[in-house]
């Protein structure tokens, strides 16, 4: 269940199916889920980035390949939410090998 954090009235933790039973219009409604997702996002994202940080590391055990798989990994985690079309459909980048 998707919850709003904040809404423009001051209530914390709304779940969005609730929106616009608080009158909540349906384009700020719209924008607050939007919003939402978009932190769940982002919030993931680091996460996945701070996982990989250590494949950064100079002394990681990783050959000049592998490194740069993982470049590349990070760089399409980076790109995102922008590169993302549907947030209800977000396509993970696969893990190097």
């Known amino acids: 269940m998707l919850t709003i954090a904040k809404l423009p009235n001051g209530m914390i933790n709304v779940p969005a199916d609730q929106l616009t039973e608080l009158g909540i219009d349906t384009t700020t409604a719209g924008r607050l889920i939007r919003e939402a997702k978009l932190a769940l996002l982002r919030a993931e994202r680091d996460r996945l980035l701070a996982a990989s940080d250590k494949t950064q590391l ?34 993970w980048p696969a893990l190097p090998a």
């Open 58 to 91: 100079s002394d990681a055990p990783y050959s000049a390949e592998q490194r740069s798989a993982w470049q590349a990994y990070r760089k399409q985690l980076r790109d995102m939410p922008e590169s993302v079309a549907d947030l209800d459909h977000v396509s």
